[in-house]
C-alpha cells in the first residue's frame, strides 16, 4: 500500500523557518518525481517544488530563494525546507509523487504563518 505521510507543519511567525517531511512507503522512491504543492482557503492547488529522480529540481516563482526542496532516497523521504516566511505562504502543503501514470498525495501538512 502506497503511503505519502507529511509532517512538519505548524503555526509560525513572519520571517520564520519551518521544514516539511514527506516519508515514502510502497513505492520505489527513488525513481518518483517528489513534489510539494500547497493549496490556501478558496483557492486551487499549486505546485510550489518538486524534485526528479535525477535531482532536477523546479521552483514556484513565489518560493524561489526562500524554500529548498532535497529528498534522501535511503529514507524515502522528500523535504522542503521553508525561511522567509510570508502570511501568503499559509496554505495545507501536500505531498506528490509521480512516475508516468502512477501519481500519489499524501494527506496534507497545515502551515500557518501569523503573528
Known amino acids: 500500500q502506497v503511503q505519502l505521510v507529511e509532517s512538519g507543519g505548524g503555526l509560525v511567525q513572519p520571517g520564520g523557518s519551518l521544514r516539511l517531511s514527506c516519508a515514502a512507503s510502497?513505492?520505489?522512491?527513488?525513481?518518483?518525481?517528489m513534489g510539494w504543492y500547497r493549496q490556501a482557503p478558496g483557492k486551487q492547488r499549486e505546485l510550489v517544488a518538486r524534485?526528479?529522480?535525477?535531482?532536477?529540481?523546479d521552483y514556484a516563482d513565489f518560493v524561489k530563494g526562500r524554500f529548498t526542496i532535497s529528498r534522501d532516497n535511503a529514507k524515502n523521504t522528500v523535504y522542503l525546507q521553508m525561511a522567509s516566511l510570508k502570511p501568503e505562504d499559509t496554505a495545507v502543503y501536500y505531498c506528490?509523487?509521480?512516475?508516468?501514470?502512477?501519481?500519489?498525495w499524501g494527506q496534507g501538512t497545515l502551515v500557518t504563518v501569523s503573528s
Open positions: 510502497g513505492i520505489i522512491f527513488s525513481i518518483y518525481t
Open positions: 524534485i526528479t529522480s535525477m535531482g532536477a529540481i
Open positions: 506528490n509523487a509521480v512516475m508516468g501514470p502512477l501519481e500519489r
